[in-house]
């Protein structure tokens, strides 16, 4: 009776236990996908901070160079541009950065048509360009870039020859090809756009 009584025990300990293990056993609620995708995008996290790295490169140029006039002569410019450029490592894509400029601008029979006449133009002795640009995402030039040039030129033509004086800040366009003109050339005041 004992060996029947440990036998049915042992039966219903055994019912309990395979019926407490089945009921733990429930239909898979989460989907396997999302509990992979979700381990996958944690251990990929290192990607979203290269895809974000940026480096600050610091710029420091030598500049001597001649421009040629359009009809002879030139201009020799020389000096430096320093600044940082931040730069996307990924792509490589400007992010931003500021240049400043320092130039001497020799002007040498610098010959150019205006209005259908000739003239030369030369330094008095030269000019001097002092300029800070703020690059913005994709290497455009910020509002704020600006230039300033300064010194002395005579221009010379048919019944023409003066020596000015110029003393005039150019707010530089988005893309650096022109900008608004305010100052003195001559002494006498401008404001234009070029």
């Known amino acids: 009776m004992k060996k029947l009584l440990a036998l049915f025990?042992?039966?219903?300990?055994?019912?309990?236990?395979?019926?407490?293990?089945?009921?733990?056993l429930k239909p898979d609620i989460v989907d396997k996908k999302i509990i992979v995708k979700e381990i996958f995008k944690a251990g990929m996290s290192w990607n979203s901070q290269f895809n974000s790295l940026k480096s600050t490169y610091p710029i420091?140029?030598?500049?001597d160079t001649i421009m040629p006039g359009p009809e002879g002569g030139n201009i020799h410019i020389l000096g430096s541009i320093t600044g940082s450029m931040e730069l996307d490592d990924v792509n490589m894509n400007v992010l931003g950065g500021t240049l400043t400029l320092g130039l001497t601008e020799t002007i040498s029979d610098y010959?150019?048509?205006?209005?259908?006449?000739?003239?030369t133009m030369n330094g008095a002795p030269s000019i001097t360009s002092n300029g800070t640009f703020f690059l913005i995402p994709g290497g455009a030039f910020g509002s704020e870039s600006s230039m300033q040039l300064s010194g002395g030129i005579r221009v010379t033509g048919p019944n023409y020859d003066k020596t000015v004086n110029v003393q005039v800040?150019?707010?530089?366009?988005?893309?650096?090809?022109?900008?608004?003109?305010?100052g003195k050339i001559g002494g006498d005041p401008v404001n234009f756009t070029f």
């Open 9 to 24: 025990s042992v039966i219903s300990l055994l019912t309990v236990i395979n019926c407490t293990k089945q009921s733990d």
């Open 60 to 63: 420091d140029v030598d500049l």
């Open 111 to 119: 010959a150019f048509f205006y209005d259908g006449k000739k003239f």
């Open 169 to 182: 800040t150019v707010n530089i366009n988005a893309d650096g090809r022109g900008g608004n003109v305010s």
